[in-house]
């Protein structure tokens, strides 16, 4: 049981590059979601998914796109990245809606500098 | 607006000691839950303890327990004994009903974080 993992670990891009960062889980949460984390920012959400081709922006989306084709995997996509998305970036996910405590369990991140 | 304040960006505490890290939160839902994460310095998120609003107990585990006062609208995490791997950054979130295609989804929204330091 691998649990939640994210493939780069690390990346560096130039100003208008794309990139997909990839997230994957084995445990059949439904739920997952792209936080990114800045310093002196905490964690903020991007996107989120329910299930199989249902997702919906979060907090900071722009700039980002995501698809749910498989309840295993859930990509982010980096259209053409910008100097102000160099963050870390975590996917994470649930087998609930947190409403009885579950907990939402994160992948390792990966540390995106866009030059 | 801020949903989820951490006031302290750094804490620090001896060996053994207790500290106590706050969080308020803001929020017009009746359901909703608080949750705090550890974050070391190898980066990765460890989940501590939950609270849920309607819980009339404060939540426990462990070292960890978590000060609930729903009136003042804040979740303090409360770490007994410190320990030197106690050292990290430490998030409060709360988790919060949205909506995607007709499901409802708790997401989570993160405080600044607190970065506690303990001394020997």
């Known amino acids: 049981n691998a649990g939640v993992t994210q493939t780069p670990k690390f990346q560096v891009l130039k100003t208008g590059q794309s990139m997909t960062l990839q997230c994957a889980q084995d445990m059949n949460h439904e739920y997952m979601s792209w936080y990114r984390q800045d310093p002196g920012m905490g964690l903020r959400l991007i996107h989120y998914s329910v299930g199989a081709g249902i997702t919906d922006q979060g907090e900071v989306p722009n700039g980002y796109n995501v698809s749910r084709s498989t309840t295993e995997d859930f990509p982010l996509r980096l259209l053409s990245a910008a100097p102000s998305q160099t963050s870390v970036y975590f996917c994470?996910?649930?087998?609930?809606?947190?409403?009885?405590?579950?907990?939402?369990?994160f992948g390792p991140g990966t540390r995106l500098l866009v030059l | 607006a801020q949903k989820i304040t951490q006031t302290q960006p750094g804490m620090f505490v001896q060996e053994k000691e207790a500290v106590t890290l706050d969080c308020t939160y803001d929020?017009?839902?009746?359901?909703?839950?608080l949750f705090w994460y550890k974050q070391p310095s190898s980066g990765e998120m460890i989940f501590l303890i939950y609270?849920?609003?309607?819980?009339?107990q404060n939540a426990t585990e462990g070292r960890y327990s978590l000060n609930f006062q729903k009136a003042r609208k804040s979740a303090n995490l409360v770490i007994s004994a410190s320990q030197l791997g106690d050292s990290a950054m430490y998030f409060c979130a709360m988790r919060e009903e949205s909506n995607a295609g007709g499901t409802s989804y708790g997401k989570l929204t993160f405080g600044q974080g607190t970065i506690l330091t303990v001394h020997p």
């Open positions: 609270q849920g609003s309607y819980d009339e």
């Open positions: 929020t017009s839902d009746q359901s909703y839950g």
């Open positions: 994470a996910s649930s087998y609930g809606l947190g409403e009885f405590g579950e907990t939402q369990y």
